[in-house]
């Protein structure tokens, strides 16, 4: 009997050539993928509505947590004094009356010699959600029935004169439960870490608007919804305010609307370290209260950043074996990768700046400056999103505003201390991310 001998031939290792042209082509989805994002989010805000003069708006109440005096805090006061609504009040809570926000919010009061203004200090500390949230409860407990919308607000708003008449407006339909608007950071100091804060926020406007992730710096609510939902249970075991309202939201079948109109400019400066941090701290949001999107958003996050970075190795590598195509398509492959990051974020740039300089305020144009350290800080931005990222998903203590929390769930969170002695310095003129990522990620793990 013949026994036929088989050979088993090794497969061929991937060639440099098929890896170039696999980097590239997935260079090129990922361009075409983001260029989708970003023309759907340049035609919603582009897009106009005109407010109409004879709609129906009932009286409002605007809440306002404060702990700490923020830079634009009087300004803010000043502006929310001022809007173009018939009738509303403004409730504000202050940590504290040895709290530096106190004498501000007591000046305004002095200043504009009116009582819609009203102001308390914080009695009721919970130990059980976030300063803020313990707040917003005794705010709640203010309301009376003649409010028909509540709106929030932080003390970092600039709003204009419509601000709450156009925050307002969309509620009047019978499906529409909450609406919000969001921020573009347009910093006065054109230092590093302000500006990669900027390009970081360029995606997340990308995500929140499209999932209808609301921003609790400008948002409004359907007094009705507060009165049938549990809304103050849910804030009173929450660490922070727009998560818990958009789960109650859908609950109850209403729409969470986002107002194009309603991209508010933020003006403060940080350091590289308090970006950082700050990016942190929203990503950990984020995987709390909208866990379903965690994996995805990270899992693109690193595919994309990855693409560009390997784009580069074979360049480099086609260089050194003298394979000129597999540079070529490295190098092209890198360059389309960073022009259209580039383009895409002067899109979203634009649009932001077109919104802001429509309601009133300053907007000023990108400078030469901005543009040509743009290729660095994206760069930078994307590095630093990854550390955040695997930080939040992985950290179950946080810092915020001076106080520890700790978060074992999105209803579970525990006030562990406070830290009420230096919360408040300002950021660290110098830009240094390494001694605070490091210990932020060491800290704050489990």
């Given at each position: ?34 260029s ?29 947590s ?8 009087a ?9 173009d ?8 809570v ?25 102001v308390?200090?914080l ?38 004169p ?33 500006l ?33 939902g ?18 109650i ?25 308090f970006?950082?941090?700050?990016i ?60 259209t ?30 543009f ?44 562990l ?22 210990e ?7």
């Amino acid at each position: 009997m013949d026994h036929k001998r088989i050979d088993f031939q090794p497969a061929e290792p991937m060639t440099l050539l098929l890896a170039a042209q696999i980097i590239f082509g997935i260079i090129l989805f990922v361009a075409v993928f983001n260029s989708a994002w970003v023309f759907y989010l340049a035609t919603v805000l582009t897009r106009r509505r005109a407010l109409p003069d004879d709609q129906p708006l009932g009286k409002a109440a605007i809440l306002l947590s404060l702990r700490g005096a923020d830079p634009k805090l009087a300004s803010c006061l000043d502006r929310l004094l001022t809007q173009d609504y018939p009738d509303y009040d403004v409730l504000v809570v202050v940590d504290s009356k040895s709290d530096p926000a106190w004498p501000i919010v007591q000046a305004t009061i002095e200043r504009h010699n009116c009582d819609r203004l009203r102001v308390w200090p914080l009695t009721n500390r919970r130990r059980t959600c976030g300063l803020k949230n313990s707040s917003l409860v005794q705010l709640l407990d203010e309301i009376d029935e003649s409010h028909q919308v509540i709106a929030l607000a932080d003390a970092d708003l600039e709003s204009h004169p419509t601000w709450l008449r156009e925050l307002v407006a969309p509620l009047s339909e019978p499906h529409v439960g909450v609406t919000f608007g969001n921020r573009w950071f347009l910093p006065d100091r054109l230092n590093t870490g302000s500006l990669v804060r900027q390009v970081w926020n360029g995606p997340g406007l990308i995500v929140m608007s499209f999932f209808k992730i609301p921003w609790a710096g400008s948002m409004a609510i359907k007094k009705s919804l507060v009165d049938s939902g549990d809304i103050r249970e849910r804030l009173a075991t929450s660490i922070v305010d727009d998560g818990p309202v958009r789960v109650i939201a859908k609950q109850q079948g209403l729409k969470t609307v986002f107002v194009p109109s309603l991209i508010m400019a933020n003006r403060e400066a940080c350091d590289l370290r308090f970006a950082y941090s700050f990016i942190r701290r929203q990503l950990t949001w984020t995987r709390t209260y909208f866990s379903r999107l965690w994996i995805p958003l990270v899992a693109y996050h690193l595919f994309a950043t990855s693409a560009s970075a390997v784009a580069q190795v074979v360049a480099v590598f086609g260089l050194i074996k003298g394979d000129h195509l597999s540079a070529a398509l490295g190098v092209i492959g890198f360059f389309i990768s960073l022009t259209t990051s580039v383009l895409h974020h002067l899109t979203i740039d634009w649009c932001a700046r077109r919104a802001v300089a429509a309601q009133g305020e300053r907007a000023p144009r990108v400078t030469v400056g901005e543009f040509l350290r743009l290729p660095f800080n994206l760069s930078l931005a994307a590095l630093i999103g990854l550390l955040a990222s695997f930080v939040a998903t992985f950290a179950r203590r946080i810092v915020w505003r001076g106080v520890t929390y700790e978060i074992r769930g999105p209803w579970n969170i525990r006030l562990l201390g406070e830290n009420n002695a230096n919360w408040q310095s300002a950021p660290a003129p110098t830009d240094s991310l390494a001694d605070g990522a490091m210990e932020h990620a060491a800290n704050e793990s489990l």
